[in-house]
């Protein structure tokens, strides 16, 4: 039987960790640009009290390597008391994360927006959420969409580093065939495609939206 | 009893960082009125216009819609941002520079507001949208977005998204001032229809000769001062100050 063979017997193990890659992937993803366009929200006009902290989080975030928070979430909170399971230390590691990451993203688009816009919705009566939803975000979000495609690919891989909380992700199933096995090489290549499976679904969604600015006008990302 | 003016601004006072902008202001627009307000740059006419509907916020003074006054409610608070809201919606305003939303057609950014502040169904939205549309002549470019329309259109658009919200008094800060000089008679006539309608509008423009048409009243600010206010037939021909007559001079061509 060839290594290759092997792999292909063990293919349920595959699917499984892809599976559970899809699932924190999406589930981050969606939780983490919520809380990161919830942030950019907070940020804008009258609330000075919030604005330091609100700073303060995204520049720790940014400052602090991915594996780390991950380890901090899942190993250091019990000895505080607080215990969660290695899928809710990754997924609330993911969201933190990548939240300040894609607050920072939108914030800097933000601060670029033209002001008569928001003027003539405020002059229309729009209350400030409905604007933020209707005028603000959707411009913000075709403006950065290169930048934001990048940072969902970074979610992507940062999902891998879950292997060593014990999330059993798709390099997680890697990393276990290839020592039950010793077939490292071949383990990891497969693995390798999945994830450029999503990764270029990702590109095909960041196009999607390329075409929808252009027909808009948002041409240049 | 008197009727109620559309608007009404009593003893408006307004500074940037110390510097006086406007003082003591004070105006009536009745309703169906024609309001232009002329002054040269800097003298505090968007400032003004700006006041009406609260995008700035005035230090003293106090402005009515139709007797109901703005920013303030009647226990002597600030308005919350709801009630604040509500009284903006009472008020079209079309600016310099358009302003139009790019993401959405020319049909949603007229249905926009109606839909999502007033709570108008979508169905009679786009009928409302449609029929002022049809008034501004944009129809045809209902689909089309922002950024492919010229600013003419830009402008028109901008004039039927504020009419939209049916608003008590339009207003309009230099609407022809960012157009190229072939499009601003595209636009002027479309103010010019709606004042034949019977729209309350307060105008800031240096259109001299459009001015002097769709007028009911003539406001000259100089330096943040009313210094005269009278009929165009008045202001024009025989104005009362020296500031307004060497004004008029620089603006008006002879021809
Ligand atoms: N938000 C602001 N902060 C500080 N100063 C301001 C602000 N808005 C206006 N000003 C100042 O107030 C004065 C009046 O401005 P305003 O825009 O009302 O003039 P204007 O008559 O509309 O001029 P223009 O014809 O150039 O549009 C100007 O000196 C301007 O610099
Ligand atoms: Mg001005």
Redesign the interface.
Known sequence: MSNWDILWSSYDVFLNGFYNTLKLFGLSAVLAFILGSGIVFLLEGSRPRLKIPLRIFIDAMRMLPFLILAYLLYYGLPSAGIRMSAWTAGIIALVIYHGAYFAEILRGCRATFAQGQVEAAIAQGFSQPKMFMRIILPQLILKTRGLLGNQLIILLKDTAFLVIITVRELTAAASSLSSTYFIPMEAFIVVIGFYWMISIGLELLIKMIGRFGAKRGFENA | MPETAAVSIRKLSKSFDGTEVLRDVSLEVQTGEVVSILGSSGSGKSTLLRCI?W?ERPDHGDIRIDGDRIGVSDSGKPMS??EL??M??R???V?Q???????LSVLRNVT??PI???GVSKAEAEERAMALLEKVGMVDKRND????LSGGQKQRV?IA??LA?QPKVMLFDEPTSALDPELVGEVLGVIKDLSKEGYTMVLVTHEMEFARAVSDQVVFLDKGIIIEKSHPSEFFVNPKTERVRRFLELEVPVA
């Open positions: 509907n995008l941002r709801r809201a509500g903006r919606a008020l079209g305003m600016f520079g358009f302003n139009l939303w790019p993401h926009e507001a999502h502040v007033q977005y922002p950024y492919t901008a998204r504020a919200m």
